[in-house]
C-alpha cells in the first residue's frame, strides 16, 4: 500500500497557545479515515495547515511523495489536494451548476457529468437556482459535489454533514464512502456525529489539545481509556 | 550636523500633525471598520475655523473651539450618513465618505473662498530657540511635543479608561461587545466625535505654519493613509512610528530629490508591504466584511441585447442628422464609459476596490502625449502606446495591490494616482509640470469630427464589448469564484491573486486605452487627468450605472456625462456629484441598473 499524505512532526503556535503540537501520521492510498477530538482540539487547524490556508511553525507534509510544505493552496489542489470547509464556502453569486462549472474549469476537467453528481447528492432539483435560493443543508451538498466534482486523490471533509437531520446524514456519508471506494480517493474527515465516524472509518485519529492521542481500527478507539476519558466517559456517545 | 538635526526636528513636527489625523483615522476605523476619506476634510475644516475664531479672540482658545466643532461636524456625520451604512459592503461606505469630501470641500468654498487664509502666529511661541546653532522655530518644538502628548493620552485612555477598554474589546469583536450590552451607537457617536477633534485639532494646529487653503484635505488624506498603511491599520503606535518615517523621509527627501518626496513614501509603503502585508504594527482582521455585495451579474436578456444592437445602429446614424456638438460630446461619453467600464470589470466582477482608477487613464494619456512629443510618432502608434505604458503602471500598482484587500486595496490606489499626479506637476522637464503637454493631434485622416468620432466609437465599442465578453465568460466566472469566495477558489485550484491581479492589468489597459483616445480628442494633457477627482467620475459612473450590470459603465457615463454637461457650470457642482454619491450608496447601491430591474420585476409581477 502506497502513503497518500504523511505528516511528520506537524507544528502550529497562535502566540503562546501550541494549536497542533508535533503530530505525524500518514495517510495511505484510498483509505477512509476520521479525524475525531472534542471542540478545539485542533481539527479544523490541522486541515488548514494540509491544504495550506495556514503556514505551520515547524514539520510539514509529503502529498504522494512530494513535499507540499510550502506549497501554495492552489498548489495543492492541482497536485490533488481537496477539500471542504467547516462552515460551507460556495459562490453565492452564482447557480448550483456554475459552482460546479467553477470547479470543473479549475481542475480542467471537461468530462465529468455534473448533473449525474447533483443527482445523486439529491440536488438536481436546485441546479439553475442562485445559491443564495438554498437551504444550509444543501448548501454543504453542493461544497461536497465542488470538492467531488475536481476528482481529488485526497479529499479532506471538514464535517460534512454538519446541520443535516440524521437520515440525511447516514445516505450523505454512504454516497461519500461509495464515490471513495469507487474513484480510490483517500479521504480524512471531521466529524462530531458519532454514528457517521464509527459507522464509515476505516481508521480513527484522535486529537486532543493538538497533540494526536489515538490512532487505530473503530474497535481500537472505542475500547481505548485515554480516549474515553476525553470524552469524560461518555461511553454512550461512542458506543451509539 | 547640527543642520542635519535641525532638519530632524521639522520632520518631527511635521510628524505631529500627520499623526493626530492618522491617529483620528485609526481610531475610527478601529472601531466602525469604516474608512473616513473625509478625514482629511475635517483636517482641513479645523485650519479654517481656527481661522475664523482666531479673528475674533485668542489662537490658542481658537484652537481648541476648532477641535471641539470639528468633533461635533465628524458626530454629525456620523449620525446623518455612516450609521445607516455599517452593514452595507466597504465600497460603499468608502464611497459615502467621499461624498462626504466633495460636499466639505465646496461648503469650506462657499464659506472662506477660494483665497488661501494667513493665520496668526502662535503667542509666546514666535521666536526661534539655538539648538547646535541653527535656528529652530519654537513653535515646532511645541508640535512635537503636542505629538508625544496626544500619543500618551491616547495610550493612556485605551490603556486605563472604561471608555478605551470598549474601544480596544470592539475593534477586537464588535459583536461580542453588543452580547456583554454595550450599546454600540454610543460607542460609536463617541469614537467619531473623537476621531474628528483629532482631525481638527491636526488642522488648527497647521495654521501657524501654512495658510489654511482648499486642497489640504486631499493632500493630507494620502499622505496619511500612506501612514496607516505603513503603520497598520487600527494601531496607534503604528500610526506614530509610521508618521514619523514619513514626516523624516519628506524631510530629508527634500534635500536631496525635491522633485520626488511623494515617491519616497510611496517606495518606503511598497518596502514595508512587502515584509509586513498588514503594516509596522497591524493584524490580520479575521472579519473583513465584503468588499462589494456579492451578487450575480444583472443581465437584460432579450430586451438588453435589442436595446444593445439598437443603441449601435443610432449611434452609427447619429452623425448623419445630429449637430456637431451632439457628436463631440457623444466621443466624449464613449471615452468615459471605456475608462469607467474597466473599473467596473475589476471592481464589480473583481471586488477588487479602487480609488484611483485615474492612474491608468492618466499614464494613457502622458504615454501617447510622450511619445508624440518625444518620437515624433503617428497617432495610431501613440495609441497602442497608450495601453501599453498603462498596462506596465498596472503590473506595478497590481503587484502591491493584490497582497491587499477591501479598505487597504482603496487607499493604496488612491495614494498611487495622487503619486503620479504629484509626479506629473512636478517632474517639469518631462511632463511639462501644470503647463502640461500641449498640440497632440491626431493624424489627418481623423481631425475631422465626424471621422473621430467614429474612430472612438470604433475603439470603445470592441473594447468595452471584449469586457463585458469576459466578464460574463468563463474568465469572469473564475474571477467571481475569487470574489464570492477566496478560500474556496483556492482550495479547487484557482490561484486567485494572479487572476486578481491579471483583472487590475485588463482594468489598466482599458483605461490607458480610453486616457489615449482622450489625449487627441482634447489636443492636449494636463495632470488634472490623474487627479483624484478623475478617479471619482469613474468610480461615480460605475454606481450609477450599476455595479452588477456589465452595461452599467455605458449607462452611467451617459447620464455622468449629461449631468456634468448641464450642471457642471452651477458653481457648487462637485457638492451636488457628492450628495449625489450619498444618496447612490445609501439607497441605490445597485445603480440605474438596478432600479430599472426592479421596475421590470413590478411590471411583470403586475401583468
Known sequence: ?240 | MAFYFAQFLTGLASASSLFLVAAGLSIIFGVTRIVNFAHGSLFMLGAFIAYSVSQHTSFWLAVTMAAIAVGTIGWCMERGVLRKLYAAPELFQLVATFGLVLIIQDAALWIWGPMDLLGPRAPGLEGVVRIFGEPIPEYDLFLITIGLVVLAATWWTFKRTRFGILVRAATEDPEMLQALGVKPSTLFQATFFIGAALAGLGGALELPRQPANLMMDLNIIAEVFVVVVIGGMGSIIGAFLAALLISQLNAFGILIFPEITLVAAFAAMAVVLIFKPYGLMGKLSIATPNAVEIAPPMTFGRIGSFAGVSLMIVLVALPFFAPSFVVVLLSDIFIFALFAAGLHYMMGTGGLISFGHAAFFGLGAYGAALVVKGFGVSMPMALVAAPVLAGFGAIIIGWFAIRLSGVYLAMLTLAAAQILWSTAIQWQSVTGGDDGILGIWPSTWATDTTAFYYLALALCSTTICALIYLSLGQHGLLLRATRDAAPRAAALGINVKARQWLAIIIAGVSAGLAGGIFVFSKGSVFPDVLAIPNSVDALVMVLLGGLHAPVGPIIGAGVFALLEDGLSRLPYWRALLGITIVIVAIYAPNGLAGVFSKLRVLRTKST
Open chain 1, 1 to 240: 500500500m502506497t502513503i497518500a499524505l504523511e505528516v511528520k512532526s506537524l507544528s502550529k503556535n497562535f502566540g503562546g497557545l501550541k494549536a497542533i503540537d508535533d503530530m505525524s501520521f500518514s495517510l495511505d492510498d484510498g483509505g477512509f479515515t476520521a479525524l475525531i477530538g472534542p471542540n478545539g482540539a485542533g481539527k479544523t487547524t490541522c486541515f488548514n495547515l494540509l491544504s495550506g490556508v495556514l503556514e505551520p511553525s515547524a514539520g510539514g507534509m509529503l502529498l504522494h511523495g512530494q513535499s507540499i510544505t510550502s506549497m501554495p493552496t492552489h498548489l495543492r489542489a492541482r497536485q490533488g489536494m481537496g477539500r471542504t470547509f467547516q462552515i460551507a464556502a460556495t459562490f453565492r453569486s452564482m447557480t448550483v451548476l456554475e459552482n460546479i462549472e467553477v470547479a470543473l474549469i479549475a481542475a480542467k476537467q471537461d468530462k465529468f457529468d455534473a448533473t449525474a453528481l447533483l443527482d445523486e447528492l439529491g440536488i438536481a432539483e436546485h441546479t439553475d437556482h442562485i445559491i443564495t435560493e438554498l437551504a444550509y443543508g444543501d448548501i454543504k451538498r453542493v461544497e461536497l459535489a465542488m470538492a467531488l466534482a475536481s476528482m481529488p486523490s485526497v479529499l479532506l471533509l471538514d464535517e460534512p454533514t454538519a446541520g443535516m437531520g440524521a437520515n440525511e446524514r447516514l445516505s450523505i456519508m454512504e454516497l461519500i464512502a461509495r464515490l471513495a471506494r469507487v474513484r480510490g480517493t483517500t479521504v480524512l474527515f471531521t466529524e462530531h456525529d458519532m454514528d457517521s465516524v464509527f459507522g464509515f472509518a476505516e481508521r480513527i485519529l484522535v486529537m486532543d489539545q493538538g497533540q494526536l492521542i489515538a490512532d487505530g481500527s473503530p474497535e481500537d478507539i472505542r475500547s481505548n481509556t485515554h480516549v474515553q476519558q476525553i470524552y469524560l466517559g461518555d461511553e454512550a456517545t461512542l458506543d451509539a
